[in-house]
């Protein structure tokens, strides 16, 4: 991670950020020597050194409000869920600033079942429908169309005329404050000696680490491509090899034909192609490198909560 010149630091908002791979992002801009804002809706200040304006990116008006006449080289938009978010972002922001990264999501190709890896043209924004009137304002309905929610929200800010790059991150792994609780879910059943609901078959996933997530978005804010990248480390990953990594014991599968099963647990293939990444300039670690010391993390923060 290089620093930059005094008169070359950047201006810099993250939208979100004060978790997880968002903290990290935020270490690394400031430790660059980037002039960082950090807009959220004040659940939690930022480090020291960063400013915080506090406002509910779904109130337009509070928005406009709370940015005033600041503009941004780039805005990093850790929390656009729906296209309506991504439709007030875009005329928000669009006077702003000269970039825009979205944090995307791999689950945009949950359509997808391919043994090889899937590239970016398998769901391109440009062509995928929006629809502003479904109820994205209801938390229940937006959770259970996550992906949907996502594949739209690129739609809207990958229209014509807009600076816009779409990250779509894999599954996450490591760093003692993950939250999701997806590892510590097989940690206790192992524990416990209780099955892991699998589907048959079930497929492997890709992975990337915490930080290494973290250096990618760094990165990203400091180039010039546009469109959607897909984010993950080499080397996908099955629910065994994850077990394998928490250790504790052999471990039970129980095969769930319909319903819910266990995280990290896939009925469709769609692991992730980086070819343009790494053609772009980031070279990305393998998950063999990092697995091990990334469960052990999670689960030595997992115990530090109890």
Not at 55 to 68: F, N, S, T
Not at 127 to 142: G, K, S
Request: hydrophobic residues 40%; aromatic residues 8%; proline residues 7%.
């Amino acid at each position: 991670m290089e620093s930059h010149p005094a008169d070359m630091a950047r201006h810099v908002l993250v939208i979100g950020g004060n978790r997880y791979f968002g903290k990290r992002l935020i270490a690394r801009l400031v430790t660059a020597g980037d002039h960082v804002t950090v807009l959220n809706r004040g659940s939690s200040p930022p480090p020291p050194g960063v400013v915080h304006l506090v406002a509910d990116r779904d109130d337009e008006a509070a928005l406009e409000a709370a940015l005033g006449d600041r503009t941004f080289d780039v805005v990093l938009d850790q929390v656009c869920y729906t296209p309506r978010q991504a439709a007030i972002a875009r005329r928000v922001f669009a006077p702003r600033t000269r970039r825009y990264v979205m944090t995307s999501t791999v689950e945009v190709y949950e359509y997808e079942d391919s043994a090889a890896p899937v590239a970016e043209g398998a769901v391109d924004p440009r062509t995928v429908d929006v629809d502003l009137e479904l109820p994205w304002q209801d938390p229940e309905f937006a959770g259970s169309h996550y992906g949907e929610g996502k594949r739209q929200a690129e739609a809207v800010l990958a229209a014509p005329g807009f600076p816009y790059v779409g990250v779509r991150v894999a599954h996450v792994l490591g760093g003692a404050d993950d939250f999701t609780g997806r590892v510590t879910h097989y940690a206790d059943r192992l524990r416990a000696g209780e099955p892991i609901a699998v589907p048959a078959p079930n497929h492997p996933a890709t992975y990337i680490n915490v930080e290494e997530i973290a250096d990618f978005l760094f990165w990203a804010a400091g180039q010039d491509f546009t469109g959607p990248v897909n984010a993950a480390s080499h080397g996908p990953l099955t629910t065994g090899d994850i077990v394998a990594a928490i250790g504790g014991g052999p471990a039970r599968y129980r095969t769930v034909d319909i319903g819910e099963v266990s995280p990290f647990a896939f009925r469709r293939s769609y692991g992730m192609d980086t070819t343009r990444a790494e053609q772009l300039g980031f070279t990305f670690s393998h998950s063999g490198e990092w697995l091990t010391d990334a469960i052990a993390q999670t689960l030595t923060g997992a115990k530090g909560d109890n």
